[in-house]
């Protein structure tokens, strides 16, 4: 059974860093692209980047471009989000995913950042 | 970037009966290459993460009751969920991913009435 976990959560003033990452178990991780996605509380489903199986296409929304940089590590089943220039509306929960292309087919539970 | 706007905002139906939601791009999600929608349906729980319903417009994800379907195609579609049963309150998105930035609609409440 496939599990995605995410950590790296947390409270930071406005201005810091972050790294997120997920764990992937119970899967093939390096045949699947891998997506973020946030949710700012009581809001709805935000895309915020996507990458290719080896890491030759990277895609990013445009309000994150420059300051949030995602990464995987296939050899530890691995993808991350290092978030630098923090700011208050990138407060969400946010959900790595799984899927082919830019279907994603199964997420995880999320990790809570608080930027304050 | 694509547009998706959902309608209705919320809804509320009784139970074992049809609620139907309806999704609409702002450009078309229909591949002249291939004939197919990049259209995705999700389901949100209360306290939970998203889950696909539907990909491709109206294909199943495995695992999903078949009172769930999806048609429609270019730029108009709908989810349908026939029978209504207790445990479908969520938050209902569409979602294309024709091509970056994927984009959502604003989500659809479900609520028994």
């Known amino acids: 059974e496939v599990q995605l976990v995410e950590s790296g959560g947390g409270l930071v003033q406005p201005g810091g860093s972050r790294r997120l990452s997920c764990e992937v178990s119970?899967?093939?991780?390096?045949?699947?692209?891998m997506s973020w996605f946030r949710q700012a509380p009581g809001k709805g489903l935000e895309w915020v980047a996507n990458?290719?199986?080896?890491?030759?296409?990277?895609h990013y929304v445009g309000s994150v471009k420059g300051r949030l940089t995602i990464s995987r590590d296939n050899a530890r089943s691995s993808l991350h989000l290092q978030m630098n220039r923090l700011r208050v509306d990138d407060s969400a929960v946010y959900y790595c995913?799984?899927?082919?292309?830019?279907?994603?087919?199964?997420w995880g539970q999320g990790t809570l950042l608080t930027v304050s | 970037d694509i547009v998706m706007t959902q309608s209705p905002d919320s809804l509320s139906v009784s139970l074992g009966e049809r609620a139907t939601i309806h999704c609409k791009s702002s450009?078309?999600?229909?591949?002249?290459?291939?004939?197919?929608?990049?259209l995705a349906w999700y389901q949100q729980k209360p306290g939970q993460s998203p889950k696909l319903l539907i990909s491709?417009?109206?294909t199943r994800n495995s695992g999903v009751p078949d009172r769930f379907s999806g048609s429609g195609s270019g730029t108009d579609f709908t989810l349908t969920i026939n029978s209504l049963q207790a445990e479908d309150v969520a938050v209902y998105y569409c979602?294309?991913?024709?091509?970056?930035?994927?984009?959502f609609g604003q989500g659809t409440r479900l609520e028994i009435k």
């Open positions: 995913a799984k899927g082919g292309g830019f279907l994603v087919d199964f």
């Open positions: 119970g899967s093939n991780f390096r045949t699947y692209w």
């Open positions: 990458i290719k199986q080896d890491g030759s296409e990277i």
């Open positions: 450009q078309s999600v229909l591949s002249r290459s291939n004939s197919l929608n990049y």
């Open positions: 491709w417009a109206s």
């Open positions: 979602q294309q991913f024709y091509n970056a930035p994927i984009t």
